[in-house]
Nanobody, 117 residues
Framework: QVQFVESGGGLVQPGESLRLSCAAS????????MAWYRQAPGKQRELVAT???????NYVDSVKGRLTISRDNAQRTMYLQMNILKPEDTAIYYC???????????WGQGTQVTVSS
């Protein structure tokens, strides 16, 4: 069955970096549009970045220039390089296909990112 396993989160100070990973299984990852989402405390889950099967990327304005989405189709893994982290980046980060996200299905457990001094 479809499974996403997110990892790499942690507690960091403002300005520091983290690299999140998303291991995917149970579907044709190499042809799927993929995305990172996040949910901050008390807020709805929001889209952060998307990547097509050939590597075309899009980002929400608040993370442009700081976060970079990438993928390794051979390893069925997606990444989110997070630089110059800010307290407002604090959230649980999830990966999913946008089509499944809109149907609110196939979510993994997420990985917690906390940015605090």
């Amino acid at each position: 069955q479809v499974q996403f396993v997110e990892s790499g989160g942690g507690l960091v100070q403002p300005g520091e970096s983290l690299r999140l990973s998303c291991a995917a299984s149970g579907f044709y990852f190499n042809i799927a549009v993929m995305a990172w989402y996040r949910q901050a405390p008390g807020k709805q889950r929001e889209l952060v970045a998307t990547i097509t099967r050939d590597g075309t990327t899009n980002y929400v304005d608040s993370v442009k220039g700081r976060l970079t989405i990438s993928r390794d189709n051979a390893q069925r893994t997606m990444y989110l390089q997070m630089n110059i982290l800010k307290p407002e980046d604090t959230a649980i980060y999830y990966c999913n296909r946008p089509t499944w996200a809109s149907d609110d299905v196939n979510w993994g457990q997420g990985t917690q990112v906390t940015v605090s001094s």
